[in-house]
Every structure is written in structure tokens, then in C-alpha cells.
């Protein structure tokens, strides 16, 4: 850490940061949809990598597909799924935001935190409706 003395003419210089320190800030609802929109970025490329091994196994024959289906099908894999679902949802609106903001609009502070908190909570909404959808086609519901 770069350190520089805060008055040339004091007799004992104290010494401060040139940084700031990051456990001095709280969190932010913008900085936090940020990380998080380059977090399901990664989440959604290790998603991609899991589509091509299910249609691997589906091209393979019906052993190694239903050797993947299981795993799938199993508790951790539906939380895995969730997961995706809502990072593909996340990333999406996020997206989406980011285009709104492309042309313009939506710079005022009221306006960030309320498309901000609507990422989230059509996130949420999405991700149950395609849930719940796919569960009701499955015959799980």
C-alpha cells in the first residue's frame, strides 16, 4: 500500500492511504447488481458447458442420457437447474437495463435503484413462472 504524508510542514507526518479501503464502504444496490450481473455471466458460461454435456449424453445413446437425466433429477441437481434459471434471469434483465441506459435514460438516482430493484424482482418472478411451468408440463405439479 502506497502511503504519503498528509501535511509536508507537520513534525510527525501521519500517514494515510492512497486508496480507499473497501471495508470502509457498505454495499450498494448498484454495485452489488454489477458484480452480480459478472458473476451469472461466468455461472451462465459453466451452464453452457452442462448443455453440451446433457446433448453429448443425449447424441451418445440412452444409457449416458439417462445416467445425466438422473443427475439432473436428483435434489441437487433441481437446486443446480434453480440456480442457472435465476442467473439466466439475472443476467437478462440486467441486460436489459443496460440497454435502457444505452439510449440515454434512466441516469436520475430514483430511477437507478427503482430499474434496479425491478431486475431483481422480475429475476425472482421469472424464475418461479418458468419453474413453475416446466414443473406443470412435467407432470410434477
Known sequence: M???PT???AKTPR???LSPNIHNYRPQLTSVLSIANRITGVVLSVGAVGLVIWLSAAAAGPEPYVTVQQAIGSWIG????????F????????GIRHLVWDTV???ELRSIYISG?????ASVVLTAAAWAA???IGGWL
Do not use: K, N
Request: some cysteine; proline content about 6%; overall charge neutral.
Open 7 to 9: 501535511a509536508p510542514a
Open 87 to 94: 442467473a439466466f434471469f439475472l443476467h437478462l434483465c440486467g
Open 2 to 4: 502506497d502511503i504519503e
Open 15 to 17: 500517514l494515510r492511504p
Open 105 to 107: 435514460h434512466g441516469f
Open 117 to 121: 430493484w425491478s431486475v431483481v424482482a
Open 78 to 85: 433441481r437446486l443446480v437447474m434453480l440456480g442457472f434459471t
Open 134 to 136: 416446466g414443473l406443470s
